[in-house]
């Protein structure tokens, strides 16, 4: 008997957390916070696992809504064994100790407790790694069922990987964040080459009609262009990125276009902890599926960010800078920069991704030249002075590529988790109508289903 339960990341992408029984083998894939809540309200459920078997976690990314809960979840289940990649153990290393900052800086609450760096270090070194198609068993602490597990390298961020379980004669595949389409670094994601019988994917992109999506190249050509004519008006451009993976993607994606004569060169700004990840990206090229192998992202000329004294010498010449957050969150470094930005006519914001509807860098991206905008309720409203272009760069499969997963896994059950509720209407209505015969579960948080081959 297999039983799945969501306790985040059912019916939104925040706090993807789920948990699976098999027959007294307790495992539970991914553990991550919601990146719009605080406190308690971030984190998946885990009063739900209260008196259920939990043996195992694992991890299929280091991203924040994927990992940063693992350390509260292991204070209250200290057993738990954890298994990631090698790649995913080495990104979280960083990244929950840059949590630990970001957490901090949040309002605290008596019963929210914020994890020590000595926690963070003790529970990196407890993290079992195991490389991608290498076969590990899993063991119940209290009863004698088992299974088989096995990564697959889920082409979305260094070290992702989609998790392949074989119990009882029954194979559950977790996609976690899947790209099946290569980008500049990082190719596309490999895939089980049997039949599936429970497939748990994500829908990040359902709803987003992919005709409004261009090819990676063809977007690359864009950006080019789009960037030459800021820079030919004497303008700078800033890009609000992820400190993984989009930074490592369009660091990489800029330098190949100033080596290719396809964009004049200037300044590249980076800093933080992007920079440190990049190591990550340049020490793993040739054991993870990589374009561009000998591309060294550490080797690429970048200005500090984080050294520069005053803001305004960006602007003094022509220059492109790629800062954190992604979605241009309050306190960060991109939301620093894009006030200054918003009131510099020759210069322009290129959003290059997904951007939450509640965070100030929807209301950028939705901006135009003269728009009166407020970023925050704390935030003076001001005009919109520089220009505004839109990229999508992303590190997610298309919804078509979702629906092809069907046809190439053959399951008898699929479960749509880690997207909105349109998304996982739209997949899940696609799926009926190619493959009548199949079971789809739209998953909702705390709702149990149930499988028995």
């Known amino acids: 008997m297999i039983k799945f339960l969501p306790l985040g990341g059912a019916g939104e992408i925040g706090a993807n957390c789920y948990y699976l029984n098999l027959n007294g083998l307790g495992v539970i894939l991914d553990c991550g916070m919601h990146p719009q809540k605080t406190g308690l309200e971030s984190l ?25 809960a693992l350390p509260f979840l292991i204070k209250k289940y200290p057993h738990l064994k954890i298994i990631t990649t090698p790649q995913t153990r080495a990104v979280a290393e960083l990244t929950l100790h840059n949590a630990i900052n970001i957490l901090n800086r949040q309002l605290q609450v008596e019963e929210f407790e914020v994890y020590s760096r000595d926690e963070v ?4 070194k407890s993290i079992d790694y195991k490389s991608y198609n290498e076969k590990f068993i899993l063991n119940s602490l209290t009863t004698d069922s088992y299974a088989e597990a096995e990564f697959f390298d889920a082409g979305h961020i260094i070290g992702s990987a989609g998790i ?35 497939l748990i994917t994500e829908t990040t992109y359902g709803a987003t009609d992919s005709f409004e999506l261009n ?45 290719q004569n396809k964009i004049t060169q200037v300044d590249l700004y980076t800093g933080g902890i992007g920079k440190k ?57 991109s939301f620093q920069l894009a006030k ?6 020759d210069s322009a914001i290129f959003t290059v991704g997904y951007m939450d509807p509640s ?25 919109v002075k520089c220009e505004i272009k839109n990229f999508r760069f992303s590190a997610h499969s298309r919804r078509e590529e979702i629906i092809s997963l069907v046809k190439a896994l053959n399951p008898s059950n699929i479960l749509l988790v880690h ?32 499988f028995d081959k």
């Open 164 to 198: 392949l379980i074989r119990f009882n004669n029954n194979k559950i595949f977790f996609t976690g964040d899947i790209n099946l389409s290569s980008q500049t670094l990082l190719t596309g994601a490999t895939l089980p080459s049997e039949n599936i019988d429970v």
């Open 277 to 333: 990840i990049n190591r990550i990206y340049d020490y793993n090229r040739f054991v993870v599926n990589r374009n561009s192998k000998d591309l060294m992202l550490h080797d690429i000329p970048q200005k500090n960010l984080h050294e520069l004294k005053d803001p305004d010498e960006l602007f003094k010449f022509p220059s492109i800078v790629l800062a954190s957050s992604g979605m241009i969150i309050e306190t960060t470094n």
């Open 121 to 124: 270090d003790l529970l990196i």
């Open 215 to 259: 090819s990676w190249e063809k977007e690359v050509d864009r950006f080019a262009s789009s960037i030459n004519k800021v820079i030919n008006r004497g303008g700078s451009i800033l890009i609000p990125v992820f400190a993984l993976g989009k930074l490592q993607e369009m660091l990489a994606t800029i330098w190949l276009l100033m080596q």
């Open 359 to 383: 965070t100030p860098g929807n209301i950028i991206a939705k901006a135009k030249t003269g728009d009166i905008i407020q970023l925050t309720e704390r935030e003076r409203k001001v005009e």
């Open 419 to 450: 997207g909105e509720s349109e998304a996982i209407d739209w997949v899940g209505a696609a799926i009926l109508k190619n493959h009548p015969e199949k079971k789809v579960f739209a998953c909702s948080l705390a709702n149990e289903l149930m």
């Open 44 to 68: 998946p459920k885990f009063e739900l696992l209260e008196d259920k078997p939990t043996d195992y976690v694992l991890i299929s990314h280091s991203h924040q809504d994927h990992l940063n």
């Open 340 to 345: 200054r930005w918003l009131y510099k006519k």
